[in-house]
């Protein structure tokens, strides 16, 4: 029998690494090292539940520490790396790009260079074997006008310290698969939302401030169009990227469900009052309240997700109805993890408007 795959998730602490950890470790026999560096957006609490598991290992560090990374990869010889590890709120990188230079641009360098120089090493069949996965975001492409969906050979065009930071790291990724013949493959994905996200994206934000009775930002007056996708389902996609995937493709992710944000808080606010009849905040959109947008907003991001679906057999098994309604509920049974995550350094202050 072959030795079970070894995998090292960078981020597994965030929001979607940990989705990804707990999926890996919940539907595969694989052995996943959780690298993170657990910075605000970090949390252990979200994969507790595999925290135990003797296939399962947590390793603190910095991606951008290249001693430690070249240490890390020469003691776990994994089979495959996935990349989640950013710098991820478009807000914070107005407020302060240089984290997302660091950790996205630099940081990813320095994980690309010591993934090529451990796989150069290796033995051939190990060597055809290896795959390195970044995971990035449809952001890279830039804003879309009221029609069109981004595809994979969509020009890049982003518009924020963020996007822009993610842009750089997928031209890096590919270079090092043109130049270096690492076997990279790249994916983006629309805006995820579902368990454990930190409260400070959309989704997120608006249901903690609903439980707790404040009032819910919107930003211009809510006409922004993303596309969204339950996290679980893009765990299951970043896996059938990750066995299925060809080195040096990219793979767009969707979950075919464009909504305005007014019309996601909305919904939101629906289902808290259906949920909490005896609640003293209903109905929870009165608390609905438009601020300043964001500068640079993009209006509307859309995926065509043709190619992973009829290449990889990869499809969302969510409507965004029904993986809503999953979140809603997450955060009304998981007090604790927000309370906890709400009494850290961050205390969902307004960011982005510092400039
Ligand atoms: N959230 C989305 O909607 C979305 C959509 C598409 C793509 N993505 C991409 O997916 C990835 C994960 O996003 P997320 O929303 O889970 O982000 P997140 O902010 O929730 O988590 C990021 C994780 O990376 C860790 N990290 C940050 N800097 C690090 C460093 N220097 N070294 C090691 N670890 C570090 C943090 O501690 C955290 O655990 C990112 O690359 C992001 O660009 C996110």
Known sequence: MKPALKIVVTGGAGFIGSAVVRHLIGSTDWKVVNVDKL??????????SVAENPRY???KLDIGDSEAVRRLLEAERPDAIMHLAAESHVDRSIDGPSFFIETNIVGTYRLLENAWRY?????AE????????????????GSLGETGSFHEGSPYRPNSPYSASKAASDHLARAWFHTYGLPVVVSNCSNNYGPCQFPEKLISLTIVRALEGKSLPIYGKGENVRDWLYVEDHARALEA???RGRPGEVYNIGGNAEKRNIDIV???CALLDEMLPQSVHRPHSRLIEFVTDRPGH??????DASKIRSELGWQPSESFESG????VRWYLDNRRWWERVLSGAYRGERLGLGI
């Open 119 to 123: 796989w150069r090493d290796l033995d």
């Open 324 to 327: 809503l309604r999953k979140t």
């Open 298 to 303: 993009d209006l509307r991001y859309a995926i």
């Open 126 to 141: 190990k060597k055809s074997a290896l795959r390195f996965h970044h995971v990035s975001t449809d952001e890279v492409y």
């Open 241 to 243: 990227v990750l066995r």
């Open 266 to 268: 909305r919904m939101v």
């Open 57 to 59: 290992k947590f390793v």
């Open 39 to 48: 910075t605000y957006a970090g949390n252990l609490d979200s994969v507790a």
